[in-house]
């Protein structure tokens, strides 16, 4: 069949063909409205007692909320920029959530992660309110009251990720 057609037509066909696997690929990314509270919710601690914890006594500084998932390799190189930043600026704090993967899972994840900050698992309120978290690392940004302000899809290096910290929440490392 596509023999019969003109060089631009085959290959207006064949992009035809590979359109459902396109729209996949860009599908876009499920985030929160303006006015949803990130710091709002109970999680539990992914240390070994599992304890729940509220959010909210995050609040007060701008947060960066980095969704995890086991094996992926782009979380550990996330993992140490904000490992960084976490540790050259003291108004600012980020927050490890882990997302499709067993308990077990996330924990041997966290180990590798080297997280220096709290790591928790996804509770269902949470992922009702943000939708599936189909690729990691996902960063949700926070202001100091808990307010959604920005995401970042992928893996950020620090040259990218301060200026756009920076651009969302001035001052955030002073």
Request: net charge negative; charged share 20%; glycine share 4%.
């Amino acid at each position: 069949m596509l023999d019969s057609c003109t060089p631009f037509s085959r290959v207006v066909a064949k992009l035809w063909l590979c359109l459902p696997a396109l729209l996949l690929w860009a599908a876009p990314v499920v985030v929160p409205a303006q006015s949803v509270d990130l710091l709002k919710y109970t999680l539990q601690s992914l240390d070994e007692v599992a304890t729940e914890h509220d959010l909210d006594q995050y609040t007060g500084k701008p947060t960066i909320l980095i969704f995890f998932e086991p094996e992926c390799s782009w979380c550990l190189r996330q993992t140490r920029v904000l490992n960084e930043l976490v540790a050259s600026c003291e108004n600012f704090q980020a927050i490890a959530i882990g997302v499709n993967g067993t308990r077990r899972a996330l924990q041997n994840t966290l180990r590798r992660l080297r997280a220096e900050f709290p790591a928790y698992q996804i509770s269902r309120t949470l992922q009702e309110d943000i939708g599936e978290v189909e690729a990691t690392p996902l960063m949700l940004l926070a202001d100091d009251t808990g307010a959604f302000v920005t995401h970042m899809r992928g893996y950020q290096r620090t040259e990218v990720l301060v200026p756009a910290l920076e651009n969302f929440v001035p001052g955030y490392c002073a």
